[in-house]
C-alpha cells in the first residue's frame, strides 16, 4: 500500500504533544493504512495459553478481513493459520471456538491435521501434489501465556527483547496455569487509536471511574510532579519505593521499565501499590479468588501492569489476570476484548464469584467506551484540531502517538514491493486516495 | 473541495424547467459539495427561541459531522459555539438539550463558561495560555424567534435584506412568548432536494394530502392562471385581494414577498386565507390553541407562510405556529424536524390538545415522505432522465433548483484557498472524484 | 464505464482451473462492473408466465438500482418497462406485485396505459408532447413460460438459439398452466458468482445435502469418470441411457446439451433419472402434486434440469417445476429467489401440501447458503489465492468461470461509447477505479 503524497505531509508536520490530526481518527483511508502498517507489520496481543488448553483446542481470532486460527497441535505447542482452504477458500472454522481432531473443510471435505498439513482432498486426480496445499501459517509467540501474533512476513525481531526484559515479571503469576473466567467483547464506536489514547493516562479517572479508584492511584499511571500535585505525588513515591523492595526482595522484578516509543515493539511495565486493602484491582480492594495464582502465598502483590503497542494492557495480581486486547473493526469502531483469568483449580461460585471478580473493568471499559465515543464524535468536527496534551499527567499517550507516527513513517520509507510490476498481486481494496478536499 | 470538471458541466447544462440530473440526487460526493457550498456557506434555520427559553438552556444540533451547541447566555443572547473540547476534542454536550451553569467536558473537566471562555483546565503547566483555548463561535441570527446559524468565516450579508422584510410579518406572532408544544423529527429516505421539491409545490396536494387540504387552497402555493383553472383561480384571486386589504389594515403585512432566487439568503412569504372556517391548520380549520398568540384578538388571520432557501419553512397563524427545518443526513437520507408552538401560558389539556394540534402536519409530513421516497428510488434508476416541470404549479420548485444551481456556480468560481498549498488543513473526507463512469 | 487496466490484467491473466482471484469476489468496483458487463448486457431471468396470469397482473423486480415493472397488458402479451415516472422520476409502482387498470404516478397522477403510453398530465399546457413521455421499454423474451428481460439497447441475438434448443424440452411441462404455489427469497451473505459456482457442482452435495441426495445422483451434474468412482459412475451411465431412450420415446427430449462456455446466452440441459421412488426432488422421491403438469400421465420422468448463463438453474418435474434466480445485491450480497409451481388446478391441502412441496430445496438453499458465506468470508483473507478445481467434479464451475471472464474481456473489448464526450449522460456512481493497494 503507498502512503499518498498528503499521509506523508500530515506524517511530517505531526506537532509533539497535540492530539493527531482529524484524519488519523475518521479516514477510512487511513484506517486501511493503519491495518496494513501497523496491525499486519507488529506482533499483535490476541489470546492467552488458556484460550486452548488442550491438543485440538482453538479459537479464531479476526484482524480486519483474516480470519486466524490459533490452534493446540498435538506437541502442546500453540500454532496459528490462516483460517483459509486452500481449495475453494472457504472459511474453514466457522466458530469463535472449540475443539477438533483435524481440520476439516465445510464445503468439500478437504482435510488438513494440526500442522496445517493437507491429508485428504477427494476427486483431485493424481497430478494434484497435497504437499503444495498446506494452511498458510502465521508468526506466533506466547510470552510467559500472553499469544501475539504477526501477519507479516518478517515480523520485527526486537520481540525478543520484550520477552527477556518481561518473562521474570510474568512467570511467577503463571498464565498458563489459569483458566478463563469470564471473557466480554464490547465495541466502542470510536478510532482504535483513541481507546488506546484513553489507555494511556489516568488524567481522566478522577472524574470517570469511580469503581477502579478505589484500589488504583491515578499517580502510577504516568503522572509527573507538579507545584500542585507535590505532596500527593511524594507520598505515593514514598510507597512506590517501599513496596518495589519488598516485591523485588521477594524475587518480583516490579520496577518500571518503558520502551514505549524507542522499540519497535514496544512496551512498558510497572508494579504499583493498591490502595485500601491494596491485594487487587476490585470493589473492596481485596482478593476475588481465594485460590492464588502460581506460587503464591501472600495476597498484597500490587498490580503488576503490562502495556504493548500497538494494542494491548494487562494487569496481573496475586489472584487473578486481566487482559485486554484492542482490534479495529473500521475508522470508527474498535473491539476492546476482555478476558479475566484466575488460578484452574480455583472453583466458581466457591473459591471466587464472576460478578465480584469482573465488577471494576465491566464497569471502566464501560465508562471508557462513553469517553471513546465522545472523543470520536468530537474529531469528525470541522471545528475540530489537534489539542495540547497535559505534559505532567498524558506523557505515555504522547509516546503512543510518537510510536505511531514514526511506525507510519518507517512503513511509508519502506520500499513497497507489492506495488512494484504488473504482476504483483492485487488487493480487494481500493487504493489510498488523496485526503485534501 | 474542488468542484470537479464534470459536475461543473453538470451545473452548466442543467436544463431550466426540468428536474435536476440523476447524480444531484444519488451521488454522495455531490452530497459532500452539498454540505460544503450549500450548508457550509448559507444561513440555516435550526431552531427557535424557545428552544432554550433561560439562560443556560442550551440545545445541540448536528449539520453534516458538526455538532452545535446552541445556548442562551447570561445576558439572554442566544449564542452558538462548535460542541468540541480544544483539549482532546471530546463532544462536550452528548444530549439533544439539557441546562447547565458552565460547560464542562465529560472528559478531562475542562470547563468553560457560556461566552465559550475556559475558564478551568487542570493539570496544563504555567506556559498553558487559556485564552487561546476558547470555544469556537458559530455565526447565529434571530429573526423574530427562528434561529439560524450559519458555520462560514464570512456569512451572506443579505439576511440584513431578510429581516428587514420579514420582521414586520413575523412579530406580531410573537415567537419569543411561545413554547413548544410538540417536536417532531422524521428521517426521509431521500435526498434533501427532492424534500425542499417537494415543499414549493401543492401540485401533489389534492391526490395526497386529505387533511391538510381541509384548510389550505393550493392555489395559493405556486400556481398561475391556465385556461383549466380559471374559474377556480379568479374566486380564489378575488378572497386573497380582499383578505390581505382586511388583514394589512390591521397592521399584519400580509402581500407576497418572492425573493427565492435573487437572493444569496433567498425567500419567500406570503398570509393567505384558509378554508371552512379559516383559523388555522387543523382538521376542522378552527384554532387549535385557545391562547392566542401576541396581542391578537381575532381568530381568523388566515396562514403566514415563510419560505427559506435552502432548508426552511413555516407556517405563522393566529393560535400557533409550525417550523420546518430540513437538515441533510446522506444523498438519500434527510431529517425534517418539525415543531409546533403555542403561546407559553396556554395550558395542555385546556387550552390546546397536542394530538389535535400536530394531526395535520403530522398526517401530511408522512404522505410527503412517502413521495420523497418514492422519487429517490426513481431517481436512483438508470432510466431516470430530468423530466418537464408543470409551468403552471411546479415555477416554485424551478426557483429553488435555479437557486441551489446558482449557488453551486457561484461555490465553484470562487477561489479555493483551502486547497492552496502543503500547509492548508487536511479535511477528513474523501475528494470529490469524477461521475464519469 | 471504463474497464481499468488492473482489472483487465486480471482478466487476461485468469488461470485455467482456478477459482477466480479475490477481488472477483470482494471488490465492489468489480460488482458495479459485474451490474454493467454482465447483468446490464445478458439476458437475465427473472420472472414466470405465471407471475402475471391476467392482464393487468404486474410484479416488480428489481436489478441493481433499476426497477423494472413486468406486466401483462390486454393482449395478454407480457411486457417490461422501468418503473419510473417521466415528470418528477418517481418509482410508479411501489409493491412487488398486484394488479392495475392503468398505471397511474402516485405523486401527480400521470396516467399511462399498460403499453407504457402516457393518456393524461394535469396542468402541463397546450405545448407539452404526450407522446415524448412515454414510459421506456425493456426487452423481455417468454421461454416457455420463463421469462427473460434484457436491459441492454441491442440485447444478444443468440437467445434464438437457446429457444430452438430448448422449447422442445421446457414446453410438456406447460409452465404458463402452472400457478405459484410458494416463494422463497433468502439474501445470501456471498458474491453472486459464488452462488453460482455453487450451484454448477456437486461435489459438494454428499457432505451437504442429505435431503437432495435422497432423490439426486450427484453423478449427474458434471462428475467424469475416475478410477476412483469408476463403477458407480458405469451403473449410473447405464441407467441414464436406457431412461433417456424410454423418456425420448415419449416424445420428451432428455439429452445433454451443455452450451455453457460458447454462447453468449449460455446454457445446459439434461433430463435425468431420480433415486429411490424416482418421481421428484422430494424427501421421498414421490411426486408433491397428485395433478401432474401439461399432458402428463406418468409420474417416473426423472429431473429436466436447465442452467442458463449468467443467473438461473430450474428444474421441471412432472408434478412440479422448480425455478431459481440469483440477482446481487452488492459485492457480498445476492438475493436468491425460488419459485415452486404446480398445476394451475391443483388445490392446496387437497392435491399438494407446501411443506412437502418445498422441503428439499428450502433445506438445500439454506445449507447452500452457509456454503457460500463461507466461501465469501474466505475470499476477503489476504491468505486467499485462487484454487484447484477438481478436473472430475468442477468442470462446470470452470465453464461458468470461463464465460464470465470471457464475458468481462469482450465487455472491456468493445467501444465504450458512453464515455466519448462532453455530452455524455453521466452516470450516478464514482468510476471504477484501480484495485492496486
New interface residues.
Partial sequence: ??VSA?VR??IERRKKNY?L???FY??E?IFALDM?AIF?QHWIQVAVEPDVPEPGDYITVEI????ILIVRDDDMQVRAF???????????C?HDKGSLGNIVC????WTYNLNGDLMFA????EQ?DRCK?SL?AVHVENLAGLIFIC?AEQPPADFAVMRAAMEPYLQPHDLAGCKIAAQIDIVEEGNWKLTM?NNREC??CV??HPELTISLYEYGFGYQR?P?NEEGMAAFDETVARRTAQWEAMQLPSAEIDRLADLVTGFRTQRLPLDRDGESQTLDAKIASKKLLGGFEQADLGGLSFWTQPNSWHHFMSDHIVTFSAIPLSAGKTLVRTKWLVHKDAREGIDYDVDNLTAVWRATNDQDR??VE??Q?????????P??Y????EGLVEKFCEWYIGRLAAYGDAP?T??AG?D?P????????????
Same sequence: chains 1, 2, 3.
Fill in positions: 500500500m503507498k498528503d505531509a500530515m492530539t490530526e482529524a484524519p475518521t479516514s483511508a496494513e499486519r480486519g478481513l483474516d480470519s490462516h483460517n483459509v482452504c486452500r481449495h475453494r477458500g472457504a472459511r474453514l466457522n465445510p464445503y468439500h471435505s477427494e476427486h483431485m486426480g494434484f496445499h498458510k501477519l489514547e488524567y481522566h472524574a470517570n507538579t500542585a462513553t469517553l465522545y472523543s464524535r468530537g474529531a469528525t468536527s470541522s471545528a475540530y484540531e489539542g495540547p497535559s505534559p505532567f499527567t513497497q507489492d506495488d504488473a504483483a492485487v488487493s480487494h481494496g481500493e487504493k489510498v486516495v488523496s485526503f485534501m478536499r
